[in-house]
Structures are given as C-alpha cells and as structure tokens.
C-alpha cells in the first residue's frame, strides 16, 4: 500500500482557515486524479474535492466558494486550503489518489481531524 501523508487538520473556531496537505509518498509516477473525502461522526465518506492530472477540478456543493483544491504534479502533492469553515464541516478528512495508469489504484490515507467549534 502506497502511503499517502496527510498534515494540516484541527480545531478552529467557525469562520476561520486550515489549509491539508497530501503528498503520495514512494509513487513515481503521475497520479490520474487526487483529491479529499471526509466523514463525520455516524455518517458515511463524501467527497469533498478532486484535481485531476490534466488539470480539471471539481469541489462539492456545500465547499463550493470555501474550499479550494491545488496540487503540485510535480511532487504528486495535493492541497485543500479550507476558508469560511463552519461546525458541519468537522469530520475526518481523507486523501485519495486514484488512476488507471500504469495500473489501476485507489489510495487511501489515514485521516487527519478537523474540528471546527461554534
């Protein structure tokens, strides 16, 4: 299993800023797509935001205008930088990197906390 490292979680009170990194350790090639998932307490795994090799990303509604997502291709390296954050976006947020070349792969990293307080 590749790792993926994940820094950057908290706590933070309702309004401010956190800013996660993921960089794919040990991979040597370009990644397809890298992105962000979280979960909250009981509930299931949601996309957040995804940044793809060529370029293209796509953020979920309820981050839209908040969150931003960047990468460095280069480095194989993904950001979420998170402003305007609210209670309802606490959760456990995972790295993901997935592609089909040269073979198929969907990784996973081990979470980081963001708790945001009211």
């Known amino acids: 299993q590749v790792p993926l490292v994940e820094s950057g979680g908290g706590l933070v009170q309702a309004g401010g800023s956190l800013r996660l990194s993921c960089v794919a350790a040990?991979?040597?090639?370009?990644?397809?797509?890298m992105g962000w998932y979280r979960q909250a307490p009981g509930k299931q795994r949601d996309f957040v935001a995804v940044?793809?090799?060529?370029?293209?990303?796509n953020l979920a509604d309820s981050v839209k205008g908040r969150f931003t997502i960047s990468r460095d291709n280069a480095k194989n390296t993904v950001y979420l930088q998170m402003n305007s954050l609210k209670p309802e976006d606490t959760g456990v947020y995972y790295c993901?990197?997935?592609?089909?070349?040269?073979?198929?792969?969907?990784?996973w990293g081990q979470g980081t906390q963001v708790t945001v307080s009211s």
């Open positions: 993901n990197a997935q592609g089909f070349r040269p073979y198929r792969y969907n990784y």
């Open positions: 040990g991979i040597s090639f370009s990644i397809d797509a």
């Open positions: 940044f793809t090799s060529g370029g293209s990303t």
